[in-house]
Each structure stands twice: as structure tokens, then as C-alpha cells.
């Protein structure tokens, strides 16, 4: 015998990926202590950034007097976070007579901050979910990215082939090009974990950059390429298959808000009422007993890091077929890896995915107000966003801060103890 | 209370408080209420080091030894002996490192790297180690827990020659044979309570066995003689290689039939593992062939040998045997979720295996708040207790058990060996592997003795001593160990 054995536990070697995984989605504690926990987290978030905006502002700390520069700090703060909330939810103080106006275009306007927020947010729900989904089967699905732009070309290729058909047949053979495209880019890590072993983070990131620049390579073809331009930008996606959006007001909400709801729903299904959702959530927890129970660990691998993809494919889909309409390099804009920030702050969990969507949507449409409105930059947003994922992290930390009296077992340091006894 | 030069024995089940009471005395955690008095004088630990300085000593029941470093390397760490200039003076450690153990009985090599020794070495390195902290109250928890019948007798020994050195020692553990032997005086602990203390002359086994699980328990199982049936395990030549390529299990060859148990013997690392994953289907097969339950199982996946009616008890519970953050419902239909009531189609019915939930941990009286509860979160026994109720409750013909009641409680483990007595009257084949002696003979209608990869028996449960069979667990071969005559009852 080599090493110390226990009688009781296998000895831990190290933390893997899989710890930190189940780490975030173990159900460590109730919703509201979660929801509480958030909450604060983005107050402190908030706080904090406040001093970087205060700092970015030479009037504060030129001002000729303290009183002064106290007042210029607090209207830049107070402007940007108001700019902040108004271009998320919409202006309260005109938002009512906007809507009392009876001009249907006066109307619209006054909800085209939340149409923003929406549309901000429908892609996030998709990589969220594609991620939390890898969670629950231990799976680190870095290659969001990757599985956006496979899903964008294939949704923009099938939409600007078709020509002629009704929509019922076009946007779903649209959309289901974009989740195989997204499905066969999860796939290939997939098979490679089950039959090598090698690693999902390696290859996920490696395939990100394929489909980096197999974008550029696509969209300088005859196939993809607009007639008569010059720059890589596609054919421009048939009207019937696109996703719906208002008609006749100056809004971008389109249907694929609902879709991320629907695929949303069906994710919770699919991981908490069939088979193949057990068999996830086992081998994510301990891939060890599940094969000795029976459980075609490889096969789940493969399934689960497919079907993660094909969710990732979708926010591509969804980009091009509802907000581009074309596509282009850079279409996926870092959505991928921001997935995994949502399905951090979500839990895992896909009511929490789309909860933490709509906060980062709210988020990113306000910041376009906020700097229209202040000088405050919209990079300002991704501070808060790293400060709420740093916040939601360390628990503790935030208990620490505001007294909040810890449950049983949750929020100590990981510190590892038997299970017997 | 521990008076100098005795063995003070703390008794009790998993969960008594043993530990937590012997973790303050060390300064881990800190009393609520109450003083420590050490020589008279009160005393506050406010961690190891406190303890270590008032001379208290303790031999953790998971090693914290530094695998890579020699053994005279961690006995010295933390006071190493410098030279000027702060180099490290080897050769004096090395000297007092092999002094102190020749001293005390405890034969150490301090150049040995401790990653290479065994693990009753490696325990005695521990107690070196307190030693020369010179501690004078050594506590061990359960130290016998992870040693062979013969390390124990070693350990019992040293613990005898430092008692006669005027060491004080305080042995936790909950095996009641240990207690009797060495202990100058016992004190029995439940649910964090003193329930009793003793001197071994004046209670029985038995009677220490119902203070600390506060009702009569039966010591031993009682079990009509076997009736074995047709051949339901047929194993031959069996070779197993393990994940370096070296044979694990070697050209193995043996049966179990219907309605008889067969126990397997042997201390860890001997091959056991590799033959039961084997046959489950969890790892390759060399060469050989497995006939489970009617049909050949040499290739079959785990689920297909599952399904072929075997229950498998893993010898890992919390790795191999329970998703420790599914709940004790799923836990409870692990290897049953895909077939009906539990699935219809590709979906699940929460509803019947919540129902089956509820049912198994009445039956199996498992000790949780709700079937929602996370497996991971129950005691040892209560999860062993999840796996027996899921295994048991399925429809087999062969079970197939490795080291079911280790780290268990009396009453959990009287309990689990009454199930599979049950099970073998109702006309199963049951296979167990065992690395504790008691066990062993509890169980088996029939014993092997496994080591190195090669199996001895299986004879009839009465041919051998348990002496001859812990000496063929270390390896004695059947000429050194004769056969007992006239087969009379171990």
C-alpha cells in the first residue's frame, strides 16, 4: 500500500473542475438566502463601482471646495445609475403619459427600453443554459463562443438560401441548422472526453478559435459573401425566416425573447423529469457511482456536451435571425463566455439562468443610456457584472459584510470532512 | 479522567461524540461549557499546539504524515534540528528518530520514505511522532480501524509497553474485542453523553454493547445452517490486470451457489477490488470467464450484469455507491431510474419513486429528514443503509457485497448482517468480501482468504481458526497454517 488509505472516504486529491462545479451548484442553501445573496452582492457591485465613477471624473477632484466636489460626485453617480435604470426599464416619470398618449408609436417608445433589455438578454438565456446544462453533468463548456458562431452561420446560411417559403417551414429549419451547427461543435468535445479522455476545457477553447476564423474564411466565399461587397458580411436572411418581431413600431423584441423562455422550461424538464436528465445530473455528480450503477457514462459525455451546444448554436440563431438578420465577424460578441457568468450567477439552475439574463440585458441596455447620458463609459457595466459574479463567489463574504447568519454548512471555508459518522 | 500509565478506553458508536470530545482535548474545536484539567491545573487549548505543549499527544485516524518526505523528516517537522546557520541537522534526527523507536517497541526505518511504508507503519511513524513531542496522554482514534488482525495485535502490544513507560494512553474506537483486551478502564459514551464506565473484568462484551447502543444487541448472527442450491457465481481463471498493467487478480477460480454465503477474507490492496469490478462488468477481464446468475457476464456492461439480477454493494460508498448530491429518493433508484414504475418512456415518474422512497426508508429504517434530502449529508450508516435498501429490494439471484459494515456502528452493522442472512434463506447466492475477521465468520457458510491476487479456499466455514485465517490474510500459505483437526467451531 502506497498511500495512507481511510477507512472511510477515498482520499481527495486536490480540487478539480468538477469540485468547483458542483460547488456552485450544489443546493447549498434556499432560494431566498440565494435571491438575498444576489441581491446584496449587486448592491456592493453597485457601491463599488460608484468610486470608479466618482474617479473618472477630473470635475471631482478639481472642484474648488469639499461640498462642491462632493455634489459633482454625486450627480455623476446618481446620473449614470439613473441613465442606468431608465435605459433598462424606461423613464418613470414620462413612462405613464408615454403610454396614456394613445399614439401607438409614442407607446412603443415608451417600452423600448425593456424591448432592449429583452433582446439583450434572449441570447444570454441561451449560453446560460448551454453552460449550466454542462454543469449539471460536470461538464466546463467553455466553447459557448465556438457554438455561437457555428450555430449564427448555419442559421444565416439556411435563412438566405431559402427564398419563397412561409415562415413555418423557413425560421424552424432556420433554427434547428443553428442548434445541429451549435450541437455538432459540443459534439466533437464530447466524443473526444468519452474516448480520450481529453479534456472539455482544451478542446472547447480550441474550437472557439476554429470557428473564429472559419467565419472569415466562409464569409470571403461566393456562397456567403453579399454581392457586391468588398468586407465579410453575408447574404441578408430571408423575411420568412426570421424571427418575428412587432410590426409597424420602432422596437427590436422579437420572438426569440419567447423561444429562450420555451427552450428555458424545457431544459428544467429535460434535466428534472426524464431519464436522460437523471442520468446528467448523476454522472455530473459522481461520473464513479453512476457507472457502477449502470449509467453509459461516455454516452452522456457525448449527449450532454451536444445538447449544450446545440443550446449555444441557438443564441447564434437567435442573433442572426432576430437582431442582424446577417452575418458578420464578431456577431457573437463575447456571448459565449458570458454564458458563463450567467449560468454562474444562475446557479445552474435554468429559472436562475434566465433571472441573471434579464439582470445582465438590463444591464447592457442600460449602459448604452448611461453613457449617452453621462460621460460615464459603458465598460463601466462589465465592472459591475465582474463585481457581481466576484461577490456572488465569496458568500461569505458578503455575509461578512452585512451580518447575514450563515445556514447550516453553507458559506464555510471548503474545508473537506469525512462523510462517516 | 486519565491516570498516568493506564489505557483508558472510550467506547461508542459512530456519531457518540468520541471524536469531537478527543478534538477539543487536542484544541481543534473549542468547549461551549466546562474546563479541561491537565495535572490538576484548568487549561484552555486554543489550538494543536497549546495541546502539543501541555504534553497531549494524538494519532489521528487519517494520517498526517507528508507522503514524499522520510519518516524521521516528519517525526522532526515542525521542531527540526538545525545546525548554525539554520541547515538541518540530519544525522541527529535521524538518530533520536531511531532511538525513540527502539525504545518504545515501534520499529521504524527514518530513512524510509513514508509513502513507501505500510500502513501500520505508517501509524506507528504517528506515534513516534507524538513521542517526541513527548507527549505524555497519547490519544489515538480509532487507530485498529485500518489494520490487519495481525498489525492490531502489534499495536495492542505497543500500547502495552507504553503504559509500562508511564505514558498515558486514551484509545477511542468502537470494537468491543480491542476494548476488553487492553483497556485499564472504559468509559462508554451515546449521543455525547457518558452512559457508563467500567473496568473490563466487570462487564461483558455484550453488556458494553447494549450501553452503547442503549438496548440488548446480539453479538454474532444467528443463522440455521446453509442449504446451497445450483451454482449461481462460477468464476474460472479468472485474470484481472489493474490500471499499471500488473495482475491483480490471478488465474482465479471459484463458485457460489444458491442459498450459501461465501465470505473472501483479506486485507486491502490484495486484489478483492479488482475481482469485483470484474464481475460487475467495471473493469476488463484478461482472461477467464464469469457465469453470473445463469449467463456469461465476462463482457457485459455494469448495466447489463446489473440487470442479469446482481446486486452489488460497492466497497466505496461514497464513490462508487451513492451521487452524494442527489437525494436520498434518486439514490434510493440509482440503477432502477430508466425501468418501470420509476420511467415510462425517456420520462420519469416522480411520484412512484417518491412513493418507493418513502416505503424503503421505512423498511430499512433510514435515518433521514426527507427523501429530498442529499445522500451526501447522511451519517455512514444511514448511507450504507440507502445502497442495501436499493440493492436488496431489487429482484437478484446473486448479491455481491465488499466490506458492507466497515466504519459502521454496532447496530447498523447487526442490522445489515441480519439482511443478508435474510437474503441467503430466501435462496440468493451472496458473495461478500471482508477485511474484518468478525465479519468474516459471521457471515460465511463458506470462507476464502485472498492475497496478492490469489485466493485459498474456499473451505467450510469451520475448517480454520480465525487465527489461521488472519495469518493466511498476511500471507502464510495453507502449509504454515494446518488445517485445525477434527474441524471443530472456530
Not at chain 1, 434547428?176 to 468535445?189: C, D, I, R, S
Not at chain 1, 420572438?255 to 428534472?272: C, T
Not at chain 1, 436562475?352 to 465598460?379: E, H, I
Not at chain 2, 505524555?136 to 503504559?163: F, N, R, W, Y
Request: charged share 15%; hydrophobic share 45%; aromatic share 6%.
Amino acid at each position: 500500500m502506497s498511500e495512507p488509505t481511510s477507512t472511510q472516504q477515498t482520499p481527495r486529491r486536490g480540487v478539480s473542475a468538477r469540485d468547483v462545479i458542483q460547488r456552485v451548484i450544489a443546493p447549498e442553501s434556499t432560494t431566498w438566502n440565494t435571491v438575498l445573496i444576489v441581491a446584496l452582492a449587486f448592491f456592493t457591485a453597485l457601491v463599488l463601482s460608484a468610486i470608479f465613477i466618482v474617479g473618472s471624473d477630473p470635475n471631482v477632484i478639481q472642484a474648488p471646495d469639499l461640498p462642491t466636489g462632493l455634489n459633482v460626485a454625486w450627480l455623476d453617480i446618481s446620473g449614470a445609475y439613473g441613465g442606468l435604470l431608465s435605459g433598462a426599464l424606461g423613464n418613470p416619470s414620462t413612462f405613464l403619459s408615454k403610454v396614456g398618449s394613445g399614439n401607438a408609436k409614442t407607446v412603443a417608445s415608451a417600452f423600448y427600453p425593456l424591448s432592449e433589455t429583452l433582446v439583450a438578454a434572449a441570447p444570454l438565456v441561451f449560453t446560460g443554459l448551454s453552460v449550466a446544462l454542462g454543469f449539471r453533468a460536470g461538464l466546463f463548456n467553455i466553447g459557448g463562443e465556438g457554438q455561437v458562431i457555428a450555430g449564427g452561420l448555419a442559421a444565416g446560411f439556411v435563412g438566405f438560401s431559402l427564398h419563397g417559403l412561409t415562415g413555418f417551414v423557413e425560421l424552424p429549419l432556420a433554427l434547428l441548422a443553428g442548434f445541429v451547427a451549435g450541437a455538432f461543435w459540443g459534439f466533437v468535445p464530447g466524443l473526444l472526453k468519452s474516448r480520450t479522455g481529453a479534456h472539455e476545457v482544451i478542446t472547447t477553447i480550441m474550437l472557439n478559435y476554429v470557428a473564429i476564423y472559419l467565419t472569415y474564411y466562409f464569409l470571403s466565399t461566393k456562397v456567403f459573401q453579399r454581392p457586391g461587397r468588398s468586407d465579410p458580411i453575408s447574404k441578408i436572411v430571408d423575411s420568412a425566416a426570421s424571427l418575428p418581431s412587432l410590426e409597424g413600431v420602432n422596437l427590436r423584441v422579437h420572438a426569440g425573447v419567447i423561444l429562450a423562455v420555451l427552450v428555458a422550461i424545457a431544459v428544467y424538464f429535460l434535466l428534472w423529469r426524464t431519464t436522460l436528465g437523471f442520468e446528467f445530473r448523476a454522472v455530473g455528480a459522481n461520473p464513479d457511482a453512476s457507472r457502477a450503477a449502470g449509467i453509459g457514462v461516455g454516452r452522456v459525455v457525448v449527449l450532454a456536451m451536444s445538447l449544450a451546444g446545440g443550446l449555444a448554436g441557438l443564441a447564434g440563431a437567435n442573433i442572426i435571425l432576430g437582431v442582424n438578420y446577417s452575418v458578420s465577424p464578431g456577431f457573437s460578441s463575447s456571448l459565449g463566455f458570458d454564458g458563463i457568468t450567467v449560468a454562474l450567477l444562475g446557479r445552474g439552475n435554468p429559472a436562475g439562468v434566465v433571472a441573471a439574463a434579464l439582470l445582465f440585458g438590463g444591464l447592457r441596455a442600460g449602459a448604452v443610456q448611461m453613457q449617452a447620458a453621462t460621460s460615464t463609459p459603458v465598460d463601466l457595466v462589465q465592472v459591475i457584472e465582474a463585481l457581481v459574479i466576484m461577490f456572488v463567489a465569496a458568500p461569505t463574504l458578503v455575509r461578512e459584510i452585512y451580518h447575514i447568519r450563515a445556514q447550516r454548512g453553507v458559506g464555510a471555508p471548503a474545508v473537506s470532512t469525512g462523510w462517516g459518522s | 479522567m486519565v491516570e498516568p500509565g493506564e489505557v483508558h478506553v472510550l467506547l461508542g458508536e459512530n456519531g457518540a461524540g468520541k471524536s469531537t470530545l478527543m478534538n477539543i482535548l487536542y484544541g481543534l474545536y473549542h468547549p461551549d461549557e466546562g474546563e479541561i484539567l491537565v495535572n490538576g491545573k484548568p487549561v484552555k487549548f486554543d489550538s494543536p499546539s497549546d495541546a502539543i505543549a501541555m504534553g497531549i499527544g494524538m494519532v489521528h485516524q487519517h494520517f498526517m504524515l507528508i507522503p514524499v518526505f522520510t519518516v524521521a523528516e516528519n517525526v522532526t517537522l515542525g521542531l527540526e534540528l538545525t545546525r548554525p546557520l539554520g541547515f538541518l541537522d540530519r544525522r541527529r534526527a535521524r538518530k533520536e528518530v531511531d532511538q525513540l523507536g527502539r525504545e518504545f517497541g515501534l520499529p521504524v526505518d527514518p530513512d524510509a520514505l513514508v509513502e513507501t511504508l505500510s500502513v501500520g507503519a505508517q501509524q506507528r511513524v504517528e506515534i513516534v511522532k507524538a513521542l517526541y513531542r513527548r507527549a505524555g496522554v497519547l490519544i489515538l482514534d480509532e487507530p485498529t480501524a485500518v489494520l490487519t488482525p495481525q498489525e492490531t495485535d502489534e499495536l495492542l502490544g505497543v500500547m502495552g509497553s507504553l503504559k509500562r513507560a508511564g505514558r498515558s494512553l486514551v484509545f477511542i474506537t468502537h470494537k468491543l474485542k480491542e476494548a476488553m483486551q487492553v483497556a485499564d478502564r472504559i468509559t462508554v459514551l451515546r449521543g455525547g453523553r457518558v452512559v457508563g464506565s467500567t473496568l473490563p473484568g466487570e462487564s461483558t462484551e455484550a453488556e458494553l454493547a447494549a450501553m452503547m447502543v442503549g438496548r440488548a444487541i446480539r453479538l454474532g448472527v444467528d443463522r440455521p445452517p446453509s442449504k446451497p442450491g445450483a451454482v449461481v457465481l462460477d468464476v474460472e481463471g479468472l485474470t484481472v490486470r489493474n490500471a499499471h498493467g500488473q495482475v491483480a487478480v490471478d488465474d482465479l477460480s471459484f463458485q457460489v451457489r444458491a442459498g450459501e454465503i461465501v465470505t473472501v477474507a483479506g486485507v486491502q490492496g490484495n486484489g478483492q477490488t479488482e475481482l469485483i469490478r470484474a464481475i460487475m462488468g467495471l473493469d476488463q477481464v484478461s482472461s477467464g470467464r464469469i457465469t453470473a446468475a445463469g449467463r456469461d457476464v465476462t463482457t457485459s456492461s455494469p448495466r447489463e450484469t446489473l440487470a442479469s439480477g446482481v446486486g452489488h454493494v460497492p466497497e466505496d460508498r461514497v464513490r462508487d455507491g451513492l451521487v452524494g448530491d442527489l437525494s436520498v429518493a434518486e439514490n434510493l433508484v440509482l440503477d432502477m431510474y430508466y425501468m418501470p414504475p420509476f420511467a415510462r418512456g425517456p420520462m420519469l415518474q416522480p411520484d412512484e419513486i417518491q412513493r418507493s422512497a418513502l416505503q424503503r426508508i421505512k423498511e430499512y429504517d433510514i435515518r433521514t429528514p426527507s427523501p429530498q434530502t442529499s445522500v451526501g449529508t447522511l451519517s455512514g450508516g444511514n448511507q450504507q443503509r440507502v445502497i442495501v435498501a436499493r440493492e436488496f429490494s431489487r429482484p437478484v439471484s446473486l448479491m455481491i457485497a465488499a466490506q458492507p459494515t466497515r466504519g459502521l456502528d454496532v447496530g447498523s452493522i447487526e442490522y445489515i448482517h441480519e439482511r443478508i442472512v435474510q437474503l441467503r434463506d430466501q435462496g440468493d447466492a451472496v458473495l461478500i468480501v471482508s477485511s474484518d475477521l468478525d465479519e468474516v465468520f459471521a457471515l460465511g457458510d463458506r470462507i476464502a482468504v485472498m492475497f496478492q491476487g490469489r485466493m485459498e479456499g474456499p473451505f467450510e466455514s469451520d475448517a480454520y481458526t480465525r487465527e489461521q485465517v488472519g495469518l493466511m490474510m498476511a500471507g502464510s500459505s495453507l502449509e504454515a497454517a494446518p488445517a485445525k483437526g477434527g474441524g471443530d467451531s472456530a
